[in-house]
């Protein structure tokens, strides 16, 4: 019942937290890219609503789907300095953030924003192995689809084409076949 900003939805991380978030029961999954390709993809994941920043505001966003107060958890998978801003400023009180993306350095913060709201921030890395094993099983086991994160197949001869296509940016997820 929670609603979900994630910042660089369209990724392969970003998109892939769309379908756990939807999975899990959220109310709204509400996504930026700068992507039209990756925008197109999130949706196809589950999105509740997924935004071109230049072109539509989060605070746009959320009045759309009746949301007053601002989101409850908050995954930035962008990397980008603004788009982690544009999260804090639309962060509930209390709400908790992952940060997936590497940030510039050179990130700045208002700092007082997120003392004020009480927002708790979780840097990720990697990952608690065997638990997301465990979890992801679980969540398979029961139904979840991530079937449209993975765009292209190649075969192992071809690695190219694939790096070009990601390059490109025009992608989720590309699999090599080695057989």
């Known amino acids: 019942g929670e609603d979900v900003l994630i910042t660089g939805v369209g990724g392969p991380i970003g998109a892939m937290a769309v379908a756990i978030c939807k999975f899990a029961g959220a109310r709204n999954v509400i996504g930026t890219d700068l992507s039209k390709y990756r925008r197109d993809l999130a949706r196809k994941m589950g999105a509740t609503r997924v935004i071109d920043p230049t072109k539509e505001s989060i605070k746009e966003a959320m009045a759309v789907h009746g949301m007053v107060a601002g989101f409850d958890i908050g995954l930035e998978c962008s990397g980008s300095p603004v788009a982690f801003n544009d999260m804090v400023n639309n962060m509930y009180n209390g709400g908790k953030i992952s940060l997936l993306g590497l940030l510039p350095q050179k990130t700045q913060i208002n700092w007082s924003k997120l003392i004020f709201k009480g927002l708790t921030l979780k840097g990720i890395y990697g990952r608690e192995m065997y638990e997301t094993w465990y979890h992801m099983e679980m969540m398979l086991t029961s139904g979840l689809d991530i079937s449209p994160i993975i765009t292209h ?27």
Not at 158 to 172: L, S
């Open 153 to 179: 197949r190649f075969h192992a001869d071809d690695f190219q084409k694939g790096f070009d296509i990601m390059e490109e940016g025009n992608c989720g997820k590309i699999i090599l076949n080695w057989e």
